[in-house]
């Protein structure tokens, strides 16, 4: 069974970090563009960061660009987000998704990622 897991989510105070993981299970994320999206309340889950397959190169929501790092580690099989500097605004489930093949990685388009994990819920308050 292909599964994706999320952890690392939590709550942090504004200015803070956190990294989120992301680990597969039945697929080798290294064949995947691999995505990280997040859902705050009454929103619409919204693209955050991408890595493609195709070239590792990434991509970055402008809401978070020079905050957050997506990364992977093939030898683990696990992809990172890296945020910094949280604001209130960034509270959210986030959530790591798939889309088979080497590709380059998409932001815009939920439709292309076939596989996702459950979330993790990030909470950025004082």
């Known amino acids: 069974q292909l599964q994706l897991v999320e952890s690392g989510g939590g709550l942090v105070q504004p200015g803070g970090s956190l990294r989120l993981s992301c680990g597969a299970s039945?697929?080798?994320?290294?064949?995947?563009?691999i995505g990280w999206f997040r859902q705050a309340p009454g929103k619409e889950r919204e693209g955050v960061s991408c890595?493609?397959?195709?070239?590792?190169?990434?991509y970055y929501a402008d809401s978070v660009k020079d905050r957050v790092t997506i990364s992977r580690d093939n030898a683990k099989n696990m992809i990172y987000l890296q945020m910094n500097s949280l604001k209130p605004e960034d509270t959210a489930v986030y959530y790591c998704?798939?889309?088979?093949?080497?590709?380059?990685?998409?932001?815009?388009?939920?439709?292309?990622?076939?596989?996702w994990g459950q979330g993790t819920q990030v909470t950025v308050s004082s």
């Open positions: 998704a798939a889309a088979p093949g080497f590709r380059k990685c998409m932001l815009s388009s939920l439709a292309v990622y076939d596989y």
């Open positions: 039945g697929f080798t994320l290294g064949y995947y563009a």
């Open positions: 890595i493609s397959s195709s070239d590792d190169s990434t």
